[in-house]
C-alpha cells in the first residue's frame, strides 16, 4: 500500500512558503493506518523497547496505538507547562530563539529502552531535545521513527547516531 498517497500537502500553512504535509487524511482511512501501525512495528519491535514516548501533538497519534500494538507503556513529551505534578525538562534551541520540552519525573526509570516517535521529522531540534531528556533521566534510547521524514532537512544528522526510521519520506 502506498501510504504516501494518503497524505495531504496544504500550501501555505502555517505560514506562505511552508507545504504542510497533514495525515488526518492517513487517520481518516483506517486500512492504511493500520498498515502505517504494522509498518512502524516492524521497525521499532527489534529495539526491544519496554516503553515508547510521543512527541506533543501528533506523536501521540502515533505512539499511543503503537505502544497498545506492542503491549507498551506511552509516556509523553510536552511542551512547556503541560504536564501536572513533578516534571523535568530541557530547554533546546530554534532557529529564532529557544523552546522547551518536559515530561513527568517519574515517566521513566533508570534503563528503561524508550523509543521516541513523531508524526514527522523536520530539523530534528525537538527530536534531538527529547532523546537528550530521556537519556538524562537515565533512560536508553535505541531508536527513534516518525511518519515522514523531510530528508532536504536533514534532521538525522542532529541525533547524535541514535538510529532513526521513517515510513515516508519527502526529498524536496
Not at 533512560?139 to 541525533?159: C, H, M, N, Q, W
Request: proline content about 6%; hydrophobic content about 45%; some cysteine.
Amino acid at each position: 500500500m502506498d501510504l504516501k498517497a494518503h497524505i495531504r500537502g496544504i500550501p501555505d500553512f502555517p505560514k506562505p512558503g511552508i507545504l504542510f504535509y497533514d495525515i488526518s487524511t492517513l487517520l481518516r482511512h483506517g486500512p492504511a493506518w493500520k498498515e502505517a501501525m504494522r509498518r512502524l512495528a516492524e521497525i521499532v519491535r527489534p529495539y526491544r523497547p519496554t516503553v515508547l514516548a510521543g512527541i506533543e501533538s501528533r506523536g501521540f497519534l502515533v505512539a499511543a496505538p503503537l505502544a497498545l500494538e506492542l503491549g507498551l507503556g506511552f509516556v509523553m513529551l510536552r511542551k512547556r507547562g503541560k504536564l501536572p505534578g513533578a516534571i523535568i525538562g530541557l530547554n533546546y534551541a530554534l532557529e529564532y530563539g529557544t523552546d522547551r520540552i518536559e515530561m513527568q519525573a517519574d515517566a521513566v526509570r533508570p534503563g528503561d529502552r524508550v523509543v521516541v516517535l513523531d508524526d514527522l521529522l523536520a530539523t530534528g531540534g525537538t527530536l534531538a531535545a527529547c532523546i537528550n531528556l530521556l537519556r538524562q533521566a537515565g533512560a536508553e534510547v535505541p531508536g527513534a521513527a516518525s511518519l515522514i521524514e523531510l530528508t532536504f532537512l536533514k534532521g538525522r544528522d542532529r541525533l547524535g547516531g541514535t538510529a532513526f526510521d521513517a515510513l515516508i519520506a519527502y526529498d524536496d
